[in-house]
């Protein structure tokens, strides 16, 4: 019996993409023959054993490598899939001259020089007049932000003038690559806006746009209660937005290694849950399953999509749901398992950084916290757990270490855990009760400050 089969289907496929490209396909495929051999070497051990014990040991080595190789088999096709997905999509990408698609996620933008533009992600359907065969998403930047200003919204049709490229990938080794970057987030290439982005007049207002509004008048009636700095850090925590906190504010938490708590992620996510499990006075059965599930997506949708923010949900999700049906919940188990789902979709996410901490984080707190727990069982053990693994890892792709952040990261979260729910209940009320929430946006300024 292979305990936690998830795990080597997880790393199964981890393996097989980064084989397939890095490698090639050729490569990917002898890997899977390979594992092959190694079924037929096991088979043939479990049949030479004269002792039951050794047997079984066998038995399972060779179930483990059936696993793998099975796991290996369906991330190929799957691989295969994409890339045929992929070669179409470029061929619409290469004759893009006029776009219609899907407002998905916009932003303003302020370059170094002072210029400022806004950012959309479009889900496109239809490419010089014609519809296409596959959905895929561009990068639009519009620089004609007198014209445009905030005047289109999440759910908006929109159309585009402009030429579609391919983002540049990194000339130098180990440097930035866009291109992957834009990859891994599902985006197929970037489009300079030649003319305003126009939006369909008649369309009318879908769900996504009216919770982007009621987002952005919410964090107006903050403007007016506190200053802006606060405001930008709030709504970092609370949405992910941090297009508005200053530089000096974002390197301090980046030095401090807690810049994980300015992008919403598993631990908002759990406080967010915590806090409606205490709200939620009846028995969580069906209708909390129901309720709380409503207010995720909503919440994900506020949140841009955010990869972190939709593997955090799934795996509240999958919690709620072993408690529905009386099954135990694992964590590693259900990390692994969105893992593998967040891969099927889009194998490009490996390459992520946000992707690798995630996963790694999760990894090292199963791996290392037991043994930390032997020696120290106090509140930093679990910091402590996460940094032992991340510390290298963070090394090498940011080249700085930070020393304080397994001691910072213990306080940060719990201010956070006081700054989440009060902020939610701000929001819920900012247009029903402007006493309470004065007196919540002061507090929550107050919180900012001392964080």
């Known amino acids: 019996m292979v305990r936690r089969p998830l795990y080597y289907v997880a790393v199964a496929f981890v393996f097989e993409i980064v084989l397939f490209f890095y490698f090639g396909k050729s490569a990917s495929f002898s890997a899977i023959l390979l594992l092959m051999f190694f079924c037929i070497i096991s088979t043939h051990n479990i049949k030479k054993e004269s002792y039951e014990n050794d047997r079984c040991e066998s038995r399972c080595n060779f179930n483990k490598i059936l696993l793998v190789l099975m796991s290996c088999a369906v991330c190929f096709c799957n691989l295969c899939i994409y890339e045929n997905g992929q070669s179409r999509i470029d061929r619409y990408v290469k004759s893009v001259k006029t776009s219609e698609g899907i407002v998905k996620h916009c932003e303003e933008k302020k370059l170094y020089t002072g210029m400022d533009f806004m950012q959309y992600r479009v889900r496109i359907f239809r490419v010089n007049g014609k519809d296409t065969e596959k959905y895929f998403d561009l990068l639009v930047k519009d620089y004609n932000i007198k014209t445009n200003r905030k005047s289109i919204i999440p759910g908006d049709t929109v159309t585009i003038v402009g030429k579609a490229e391919k983002a540049p990938s990194n000339t130098n080794p180990n440097c930035f690559d866009y291109s992957k970057y834009l990859m891994s987030t599902g985006i197929s290439a970037v489009v300079e806006a030649e003319k305003p982005v126009k939006s369909s007049e008649e369309a009318s207002i879908k769900t996504e746009g009216r919770l982007y509004m009621l987002k952005e008048r919410f964090k107006t009636a903050l ?97 709620m749901l072993s408690n529905i049906i009386n099954r135990r919940y694992d964590l590693s188990s259900a990390a692994f398992l969105i893992a593998v789902i967040s891969m099927i979709r889009n194998p490009m996410q490996i390459f992520h950084a946000g992707f690798q901490m995630s996963y790694l984080a999760v990894l090292t707190m199963t791996l290392f916290l037991p043994y930390i727990k032997r020696l120290y069982t106090g509140v930093l053990a679990a910091s402590a757990a996460v940094q032992l693994g991340l510390g290298p890892y963070i090394m090498y792709q940011f080249n700085y270490l930070s020393l304080v952040a397994i001691f910072v990261n213990v306080p940060v979260v719990i201010i956070s855990g006081l700054l989440v729910p009060m902020g939610f209940v701000s929001f819920a009320i900012f247009d029903l009760c402007r006493p309470l929430f004065f007196i919540l946006s002061k507090c929550m300024s107050m919180i900012c400050t001392f964080l």
């Open 223 to 319: 403007r007016h209660n506190i200053n802006s700095r606060e405001v930008a850090v709030i709504s970092g925590i609370m949405f992910g937005d941090k297009q508005n906190i200053d530089e000096e504010t974002m390197e301090n938490f980046r030095k401090n290694g807690t810049a994980h708590i300015l992008a919403v992620s598993g631990i908002h996510v759990g406080i967010i849950y915590g806090f409606l499990s205490f709200l939620w006075r009846w028995k969580k059965e069906k209708a909390y399953f129901l309720t709380v599930t409503v207010f995720f997506l909503c919440y994900v949708v506020m949140a841009s999509f955010s990869p972190s923010v939709i593997r955090a949900v799934f795996m509240v999700e999958a919690h």
